[in-house]
Nanobody, 127 residues
Framework: QVQLVESGGGSVQAGGSLRLSCEAS????????MGWFRQGPGKEREFVAG????????KYVDSVKGRFTISRDNGKNSVYLQMNNLRPEDTGVYYC????????????????????WGQGTQVTVSS
């Protein structure tokens, strides 16, 4: 049984920081790119960040570049999202997801390319 479990969400003021974690089980984590997505109030879910299985390649949506950092620990089957200088527009439910394809050289950015999803963790940033 595959499980992706996010944690680390919460409420912070603008300018604050949070670190999200996602622990995976039941899949070949070290072979898969991982991604973080978010869905804000009244918005569609969007790609936030992705990291290749080897950590050699990362991608970010433009709005978080320079503020968010994705990382992973294959020994712990975990992926992380360090979020600094948070803004109210970062508010939403954050989901981690695993790539459909093993050994992909680059992390995908489209939802359809991710197979398994976590249940999400709420991030609320107040002004």
């Amino acid at each position: 049984q595959v499980q992706l479990v996010e944690s680390g969400g919460g409420s912070v003021q603008a300018g604050g920081s949070l670190r999200l974690s996602c622990e995976a089980s039941g899949l070949m984590f070290s072979r898969l790119a991982m991604g973080w997505f978010r869905q804000g109030p009244g918005k569609e879910r969007e790609f936030v960040a992705g990291i290749s299985w080897s950590r050699s390649d990362t991608k970010y949506v433009d709005s978080v570049k320079g503020r968010f950092t994705i990382s992973r620990d294959n020994g712990k089957n975990s992926v992380y999202l360090q979020m600094n200088n948070l803004r109210p527009e970062d508010t939403g439910v954050y989901y981690c997801a695993s790539d459909r394809t093993e050994w992909a050289p680059k992390p995908p950015v489209r939802e359809s390319e991710y197979r398994y999803w976590g249940q999400g963790t709420q991030v609320t940033v107040s002004s």
